[in-house]
Nanobody
């Protein structure tokens, strides 16, 4: 059984930074590929970062250069460092985990991720 618990959300002014954390537990193969997703009110879920089991990160153009994903496998924590935040980053942020073959080719939809946290709210005010 995999569990994921996000923290670190809050309110910040535009241009500010936040670091989200996701403490996870469970089988290492079920948490081999992980990602951060967000869903704003009235919008579809979108991915903002992912990290492969080999440590390689990926980002969509919307956050590239501003967000950084990292994983501390010794502590079982996934991080998302978010800089230069703007109002469009306001959303509930979720971490997700899966076996890598299940998410290969799924893009930023989140399809294939087996396990999800409860989310943490990020609000950016201008």
């Amino acid at each position: 059984q995999v569990t994921l618990k996000e923290s670190g959300g809050g309110s910040v002014q535009a241009g500010g930074s936040l670091r989200l954390s996701c403490v996870f537990s469970g089988d290492e193969y079920d948490t081999a590929c992980m990602g951060w997703f967000r869903q704003a009110a009235g919008k579809e879920r979108e991915g903002v970062a992912s990290i492969h089991m080999d440590g390689s990160p990926s980002y969509p153009n919307s956050v590239k250069g501003r967000f950084t994903i990292s994983k501390d496998s010794a502590k079982n924590v996934l991080y998302l460092q978010m800089n230069s935040l703007n109002s469009e980053d306001t959303a509930k942020y979720y971490c997700a985990a899966s076996r890598c073959y299940l998410v290969a080719g799924s893009g930023w939809t989140g399809r294939g991720y087996q396990y999800w946290g409860q989310g943490t709210q990020v609000t950016v005010s201008s």
